[in-house]
T-cell receptor, first 113, second 113 residues
Framework: DAGVIQSPRHEVTEMGQEVTLRCKPISGHDYLFWYRQTMMRGLELLIYFNNNVPIDDSGMPEDRFSAKMPNASFSTLKIQPSEPRDSAVYFC???????????FGSGTRLTVV | TQLLEQSPQFLSIQEGENLTVYCNSSSVFSSLQWYRQEPGEGPVLLVTVVTGGEVKKLKRLTFQFGDARKDSSLHITAAQPGDTGLYLCAGFLTTDSWGKLQFGAGTQVVVTP
C-alpha cells in the first residue's frame, strides 16, 4: 500500500492567490481528516469526512477555507484568497476506525508571501 | 488551551540514558494513542492504549495509561539516536466519536550519540 498521498509537497504562493491541496487516502479507509500544524498551535483538526460526507468542519478557520471529497479516493482543501498567516504544514490522514490509528500523509508545506 | 498537556516540551539526552514523557488531562479519554513524528513527515502511530492501568511495551518503549484514563506516559530505556523525534499523545474523549482525535502539543526528544 502506498499510504496516504498528498500533493504538492511544497507550495509557495503570493497573498491573495488560490491554493489547492490534494489528498488520496488509503483504499478502504472510511474516514479522512485535514490537519494544520504550526509551531505555535501544534496539530489542529480542520475538518473530517466519513464515507465522503463532511462530519465536522468546526476547525476550519474561516470562509476562505473549503474542503471537498467527491469520491472515496480523493479530497481537496482549498484556500481562497490565501494570506501569510495560512503558512503552515497541512496534513491529510485517513483511518478505517479511530482505534486503529490514523495514517498521515507526508504533508504539504505551504508558504504564503 | 489544549485538552492534553505534554511535558516536558523539549528533552535532550545522551545515547543510553532513559527518558519519560508525560501526557495529562482533566478529561477522561476512551483511548489514547502515541505517535512519533520525524522532520518532514507526518506522525506515525506507535501504540493505542484502551484500558485504565494498561501497560504496553514496544521493544525499549513502555506506554502506560492512567487508572482514571486521564493521563499517560511514555518511557524509553537506553535511548538511541534513532529515537529522536516529536512525540505526540492523542486521545478520543468519551463524549466524542471516533472521528475527533485530540492531540497534545508534543515533546521534542533529541538523543545525541
Amino acid at each position: 500500500d502506498a499510504g496516504v498521498i498528498q500533493s504538492p509537497r511544497h507550495e509557495v504562493t503570493e497573498m491573495g492567490q488560490e491554493v489547492t491541496l490534494r489528498c488520496k487516502p488509503i483504499s478502504g479507509h472510511d474516514y479522512l481528516f485535514w490537519y494544520r500544524q504550526t509551531m505555535m498551535r501544534g496539530l489542529e483538526l480542520l475538518i473530517y469526512f466519513n464515507n465522503n460526507v463532511p462530519i465536522d468542519d468546526s476547525g476550519m478557520p474561516e470562509d476562505r477555507f473549503s474542503a471537498k471529497m467527491p469520491n472515496a479516493s480523493f479530497s481537496t482543501l482549498k484556500i481562497q484568497p490565501s494570506e501569510p498567516r495560512d503558512s503552515a504544514v497541512y496534513f491529510c490522514a485517513s483511518t478505517r476506525g479511530g482505534f486503529y490509528g490514523y495514517t498521515f500523509g507526508s504533508g504539504t508545506r505551504l508558504t504564503v508571501v | 488551551t489544549q485538552l492534553l498537556e505534554q511535558s516536558p516540551q523539549f528533552l535532550s539526552i545522551q545515547e543510553g540514558e532513559n527518558l519519560t514523557v508525560y501526557c495529562n488531562s482533566s478529561s477522561v479519554f476512551s483511548s489514547l494513542q502515541w505517535y512519533r513524528q520525524e522532520p518532514g513527515e507526518g506522525p506515525v502511530l506507535l501504540v493505542t492504549v484502551v484500558t485504565g492501568g494498561e501497560v504496553k511495551k514496544l521493544k525499549r518503549l513502555t506506554f502506560q495509561f492512567g487508572d482514571a484514563r486521564k493521563d499517560s506516559s511514555l518511557h524509553i530505556t537506553a535511548a538511541q539516536p534513532g529515537d529522536t523525534g516529536l512525540y505526540l499523545c492523542a486521545g478520543f474523549l468519551t463524549t466524542d466519536s471516533w472521528g475527533k482525535l485530540q492531540f497534545g502539543a508534543g515533546t521534542q526528544v533529541v538523543v545525541t550519540p
